[in-house]
């Protein structure tokens, strides 16, 4: 039986390496569909496809000819935390004698 090489007579795959954890908490505010693509294990193509027909997995927004990524939506897609927001278990937020606001 003949094996084919990797990737012969097989469609260019979408996914491309994704960035570390390490590497998306060091992204600005806001940035571009590339490196936002590139976070999912999306290729440039992909992305583009994606954004242009309004199914980019978070939120996207033009400026001009630029299409932008916010990176807390970003990371509400990755299931990350985002810098600088409380969440139920830091201390930030609570009551001083330990109860969450919702009492």
Not at 35 to 40: C, D, E, I, P, V
Not at 44 to 73: D, E, H, I, S
Request: aromatic fraction near 4%; glycine fraction near 14%.
């Amino acid at each position: 039986m003949h094996q084919a090489s990797p990737g012969h007579g097989q469609r260019n795959s979408t996914l491309t390496r994704g960035l570390s954890i390490a590497e998306m908490g060091e992204l600005p505010a806001v940035t571009d569909l590339v490196t936002a693509g590139q976070a999912l294990g999306l290729g440039r193509t992909k992305a583009y496809q994606l954004a242009r027909t309004g199914q980019f997995p978070c939120p996207v927004f033009r400026a001009g000819k630029t299409y932008l990524v916010p990176t807390v939506g970003l990371l509400a897609v990755l299931g990350l935390p985002v810098p600088g927001r409380a969440d139920d278990n830091d201390e930030e937020g609570r009551c001083p004698d330990g109860r969450g606001r919702d009492i």
